[in-house]
């Protein structure tokens, strides 16, 4: 039975998002936030999304989570989401990289250490 491996992963605290490649190439999302306060005032929200591809999903993924996607956790990251997520990095401004150094280097971290941030 072939199943779907892991892609990309990614979180902070009171949720994460995790990308799955299925074995016919294409993606889908499994994640959730909240919870970090009490049910009413912060419920726990989860999701699923397809996405045709890699690129798709990076795309969306930015476009969520704006400049915030940078203070998000990397936990895992396949080597083939690298040259993507390294262009994201690379076109920040100068402004950003001196802002976010502390983040950007998690970001290089994950993906020079064996693709894993932990």
């Known amino acids: 039975m072939n199943k779907a491996e892991l892609f990309f992963e990614a979180g902070a605290d009171g949720g994460g998002e995790a990308l799955y490649r299925n074995p016919d190439g294409t993606f889908f999302t499994s994640g959730s936030s909240g919870g970090m306060l009490d049910e009413e005032e912060d419920p726990i929200i989860s999701w699923r999304f397809d996405y ?16 915030f996607w940078l203070f998000l956790f ?8 690298i040259p993507l997520i390294q262009k ?4 920040l401004d100068e402004e950003k990289k001196e802002l976010s150094a502390y983040q950007i280097n998690n970001w290089r971290m994950a993906m ?4 894993k941030s932990f």
């Open 52 to 67: 045709p591809d890699f690129q798709n999903y990076w795309e969306d993924f930015i476009r969520k989570n704006g400049d």
């Open 74 to 81: 990397p936990l895992f990251i396949h080597p083939e989401a």
């Open 88 to 91: 994201a990095l690379d076109s």
């Open 112 to 115: 020079e250490k064996g693709h």
